[in-house]
């Protein structure tokens, strides 16, 4: 009886195609701040089925390929509550305006019976390692996003499409 409700080779799930986790992610590249070590900011996650990734990859990379390249501050301060270190991105501009251009894609993976495409635009946290100094901001370049997935909740990551930013910073 439990066979019946597990995936098959084909991804499918009861008849139906299984979906993916996906998350959109870059890594920021140091500026003026060497050895300091940080960690991707998510730009968006979702969910969408595997038969659908040839054209979510085509879409996305026509629209992140136009985009320029772009500098953006990471201010690191330790929580006094919990002492932990504690990331944010004061001008979010950059990854507002792709999130909007991201839109269709977000519709197309919704018009497939799957939930639109959450915007994030935040450092993955719980990975941070503290700066000698409790208060720290950096200039960061991004120059890609990086399309990460996985099948579910306990799998590794595994990378599926880099898009390059056009140069120009």
């Known amino acids: 009886m439990l066979s019946k409700f597990a995936a098959g080779r084909s991804g499918k799930l009861n008849g139906r195609e299984q979906c993916r986790q996906y998350m959109l992610v870059a890594y920021p590249e140091a500026t003026n701040c060497s050895g300091v070590e940080v960690h991707p900011i998510e730009l968006a996650s979702f969910e969408a089925k595997e038969g659908m990734e040839e054209t979510m ?25 919990t002492g932990q270190a504690q990331m944010s991105i004061p001008d979010k501009t950059a990854f507002q305006q792709l999130a909007r251009q991201l839109k269709v894609v977000s519709q197309y993976i919704n018009s497939c019976d799957c939930a639109e495409m959450h915007f ?24 890609a996003f990086h399309l990460l997935k996985k099948n579910h909740d306990f799998d590794t990551s595994r990378s599926v499409s880099v898009f390059a930013l056009r140069p120009g910073v």
């Open 57 to 81: 990859i085509r879409w996305m990379h026509r629209i992140i390929s136009t985009q320029p390249q772009f500098q953006l501050e990471l201010v690191q301060w330790t929580d006094l509550h």
């Open 120 to 143: 994030n635009i935040r450092p993955v946290t719980g990975l941070l390692k503290a700066h000698p100094d409790s208060d720290f901001q950096g200039i960061y370049t991004i120059r």
